[in-house]
Nanobody, 121 residues
Framework: QVQLVESGGGLVQAGGSLRLSCVAS????????MGWYRQAPGKQRELVAT???????NYVDSVKGRFTISRDNAKNTMYLQMNSLKPEDTAVYYC???????????????WGQGTLVTVSS
């Protein structure tokens, strides 16, 4: 009844930029927190960045100063602006959110399907 859909992935050269989007839809009362994770081939999924509805953000050290997470709460949308991309940023990026369902009044941990980011050297 709730879902997350990511977009914006693709192929980019090292040093380039991409902007990922994640839109939540369905029976939504509120969303908190929201975050981006990534999983590189052969590696475990790792947290990239999180953002609360109040505007607090957190980043993994490897992306600090290069990535910016933001939210448009009115549109139930989250973004990840990725600048100065490196080959080691290559991964499938997943959107994650804690969503209060407005019909069931249950708190759900929801994941998107992922979007592939490939950074060439």
């Amino acid at each position: 009844q709730v879902q997350l859909v990511e977009s914006g992935g693709g192929l980019v050269q090292a040093g380039g930029s991409l902007r990922l989007s994640c839109v939540a839809s369905g029976s939504i009362f509120s969303i908190n927190p929201m975050g981006w994770y990534r999983q590189a081939p052969g590696k475990q999924r790792e947290l990239v960045a999180t953002a609360t509805s109040g505007g607090s953000t957190n980043y993994v050290d490897s992306v600090k100063g290069r990535f910016t997470i933001s939210r448009d709460n009115a549109k139930n949308t989250m973004y990840l602006q990725m600048n100065s991309l490196k080959p080691e940023d290559t991964a499938v990026y997943y959107c994650n959110a804690g969503i209060w369902n407005s019909r069931t009044y249950r708190y759900l941990d929801v994941w998107g399907q992922g979007t592939l980011v490939t950074v060439s050297s």
